[in-house]
């Protein structure tokens, strides 16, 4: 499924911004580290240091989390358009053909937005719980979460869980109480659903620091975030600027060393036709270049087990809703790769110089599992039409 998706997304990209050339013979320019308000001041920092541009304080990581349908693809959508990105479609960072065709998030997707001098690294989760394992393997990889409730229904069962999960992992999160352009949605209903929220963070243990939550208003399908309540802003204020601001304030730079060697553990892959395998993941210590040796590590009870080794080929990241080339990545930027055959999700890789592998995400375990065999009960095959497995349960 992941397959065709990345191709489509990387052939949209090649034919509207020429940005991803892999299985093309001529290179070209890589994606460039341009900020949309560009200062002069980190114009001329990357003058002096090379590396400046991969400052980790002027990135932010940050997961969109909410229940089922409350807005957080709605909200991206918004967010990518203030940023310039060319949205082909509503909802479009459910690019997977059945999220289209159920109108429902299924996989966690990651994707970069430049804001004023800062690359936001925004990572969009379902809020159906049974894929409530994609917003655990995320929130690893973030330091901030937006978390969206409908101001109509108030927070709800995975409200709560992802909630839970955010706090666990120490995430400074923001409060956006969307759909406030809803009739039924008043400031009465806004302060209720906000104490409400607030009594969740309280017993789920959230820290002083995480309590002091900044909290908007927003209507992700009129497009518009505001820091005081109002349901229809002055023309000039209809936009996320007020959102992404918050961000940037509140969402403290991913603390990372750039000096060490490269690690990143793997928390998402897909597979491209032409490249192989593309594993991403946020980039743990170091810098990766494009032609680093780099093996694949795998945490056992015994030690660490090396699985592969062999170089980045490609190193990508999505702008948009395009994959663009990079030529190098550091710590605190989330990143894909290309180049590894066998690493998968939870897996390290790394600098051949490293042997130790970065712990994994404890995923909660099934509410529910089943084991289909053949039926051995000392009663089989006497009774009924379909007596046997291979009659019940055929294989074509
Ligand atoms: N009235 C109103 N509707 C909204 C707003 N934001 C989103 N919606 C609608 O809510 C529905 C769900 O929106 P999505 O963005 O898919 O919600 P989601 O949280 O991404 O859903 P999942 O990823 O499946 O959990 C869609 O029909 C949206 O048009 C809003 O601000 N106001
Ligand atoms: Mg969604």
Redesign the pocket.
Known sequence: MAGPLLLRSIFSAASTTKSFTSHLPRRLPPLSRGFSAGPATAAAAAATDPNAFLDPNRLRNVAVI????????????RLLRQCGADIPH??AM?SISLERER???IASKVTSISWKENELNMV?????ADFGGEVERVVGMVEGAVL?VDAGEGPLAQTKFVLAKALKYGLRPILLL?????PAVSEERCNEVESLVFDLFANLGATEEQLEFPVLY?????GWASSTFTKDPPADAKNMSQLLDAIVRHVPPPKANLDAPFQMLVSMMEKDFYLGRILTGRVSSGIVRVGDRIHGLRGKESGVEKIEEGKVVKLMKKKGTNMVLIDSAGAGDIISMAGMAIPSIGHTVANTEVMIALPTVELDPPTISMTFSVNDSPLAGRDGTHVSCILACPPY
């Open positions: 909410a229940h089922v349908d409350h807005g957080k693809t709605t909200l991206m959508d509503e909802r459910d109108g429902i998030t969009d989760t379902p809020g159906h969206v969307n759909k406030v352009d809803r927003a209507s992700a399908k009129e």
